[in-house]
């Protein structure tokens, strides 16, 4: 019977993992960069992204949007709408 020794390197595959999360937000890292650091970027990453959950929008009756952002007030709106069925 043949013994095949199979290594298994959880911290290694789950920090490649963190690095391919960062470098898909556009975050490009040292080659060398020590496992903390990375660990740091990841949590600090997490830590600012915005979650996509719907919001209620109020407007003052004062308000005014410069016309060179109009359009994308329109889309943030449209979006608000088609998302509440």
Sequence with gaps: MKVTNIIIDFQS?????????????????????????????????????ISSILRTVLKSREFTCPPELERGLQILEEKNNVDRG
């Design 13 to 49: 595959d789950w920090i490649k993992y963190l690095v391919n999360e960062l470098n898909s937000f556009g975050l490009s890292l040292n080659p060398n960069e020590e496992m903390n650091d990375i660990l740091i970027k990841y949590f600090n990453l997490l830590r600012r992204l």
